[in-house]
């Protein structure tokens, strides 16, 4: 049974910097896509950021040149470094992974974890 298990979330200032890691099991191959959503309260979700099969990546325009996703070899740790946090990025952030396509399109993405709270605030 895939589970895909948060960590890592908090408080943080306006500026500062969050990481936050994702732990992906139940596997029998390596997923083809992974990658965070998030969604603020009254908000939709939305796509924050990608990691497709070959290892290229799509963020929102949101949070580029901010945010910076990765993984290890066997895709079985996903994470996202978050830098220079603005209030805007407060949500509850979703660890999410696609079997055959990969984009910031929510419907693409069967499996997704509970998700793990970021608060920007001074």
């Known amino acids: 049974q895939v589970q895909l298990t948060e960590l890592g979330g908090g408080s943080v200032q306006p500026g500062g910097g969050l990481r936050i890691s994702c732990t992906a099991s139940g596997y029998t191959v390596r997923p083809f896509c992974m990658g965070w959503f998030r969604q603020a309260p009254g908000k939709e979700r939305e796509g924050v950021a990608v990691?497709?099969?070959?290892?290229?990546?799509t963020y929102a325009d949101s949070v580029m040149g901010r945010f910076t996703i990765s993984a290890d070899i066997a895709r079985s740790t996903l994470s996202l470094q978050m830098d220079s946090l603005k209030p805007e990025d407060t949500a509850m952030y979703y660890c999410v992974t696609a079997s055959r396509a990969c984009a910031l399109v929510t419907s693409f993405f069967n499996y997704w974890g509970q998700g793990t709270q970021v608060t920007v605030s001074s």
């Open positions: 990691l497709h099969y070959d290892n290229s990546t």
